[in-house]
């Protein structure tokens, strides 16, 4: 059993970005630039492929990466992730133990990351009321379980429609196909500060995305969620009234089950 890391990057001009991210296992780059290119480079006995594409949206990019794969594990990464030394036989030792997980969620070290993200303390089942916690770039899965089910949807992600929310819905979608999801207390690597590449504060178009990915999750229980989420995430509070928020939220969702709609009846 051999690991592979997918890593989805943008506007990467040489070959070097695997050094950087300290990977010391086989890996593909997906890289979205002006250039369409192919190289590949033997790396301490291991093999780094760097695609180059001019399409642009983070769900098309880690497609890109699952359509071109070759290990029997894939762990996904963002350009910003330094592993540790350890984190290939960390995680396959991960999988080795759990057998039946199709999907392992890893700990990162996101201290200096804007997006802090969760610490996991114990091996977990992860389902859907806890889904949702984590995030993709601390996430490994088997290639035989996702080559017939799941892909990442293609207008959510930063360079999409929608800004955010490409994580969710690729979670969620394995959780409807029946994949076996863990979360481990093993930490595999540092998220490095930087600048969100989304995130640009509570704009109206960042809760009309929250509202698009909320319909796309929960369909006509969306607002329910929505309700739940604002009163759970006060970070607005002082910029925008609740109500302001909500009203943004349900116009995304319309928007987002509008253009559902209108693909259904088109196919």
């Known amino acids: 059993m051999n690991l592979e890391v997918i890593v989805a990057t943008i506007e990467q001009t040489d070959y070097s970005l695997h050094e950087r991210m300290n990977i010391s296992s086989d890996a593909l780059i997906c890289n979205q630039h002006n250039t369409e290119s192919f190289h590949s480079i033997d790396w301490k006995g291991k093999c780094v492929r760097y695609l ?13 990466g ?15 992730m330094v592993y540790h030394d350890s984190y290939e036989k960390l995680v396959l030792e991960a999988f080795h133990q759990l057998p039946n997980a199709d999907m392992i969620f890893f700990n990162v070290d ?7 993200r969760e610490s996991i303390e114990r091996i977990t089942r992860v389902r859907k009321h806890n889904a949702f916690r984590y995030g993709t770039v601390r996430l490994a899965i088997r290639r035989r379980s996702q080559v017939r089910h ?7 992600g930063p360079g999409s429609k929608y800004p955010s929310g490409e994580d969710s819905l690729f ?4 959780i409807k196909h029946g994949l076996v999801i863990y979360a481990v207390p093993i930490e595999i690597g540092v998220i490095q500060t930087r600048a969100s590449t989304w995130f640009d504060g509570f704009t109206k178009g960042y809760f009309i995305s929250k509202g698009a990915l909320f319909a796309a999750l929960f369909k006509r229980c969306y607002l329910l969620y929505a309700i739940y989420y604002v ?3 006060p970070a607005h509070r002082g ?11 349900r116009t995304g969702a319309k928007e987002y089950l509008k253009g559902e709609a209108h693909e259904n009846e088109s196919d």
């Open 66 to 80: 699952l359509l071109r794969a070759k290990g029997d594990i894939l762990l996904f990464a963002d350009d910003d």
């Open 171 to 174: 979670i969620s979608t394995c």
């Open 239 to 249: 910029e925008r009234s609740v109500f302001e928020v909500l009203n943004f939220i």
């Open 110 to 116: 996101s201290s200096g990351d804007p997006i802090k």
């Open 231 to 233: 009163v759970r995430h």
């Open 150 to 156: 799941v892909w990442f949807p293609m207008d959510f």
């Open 52 to 64: 180059s594409t001019k399409e642009s949206g983070a769900g098309i990019n880690r497609n890109q």
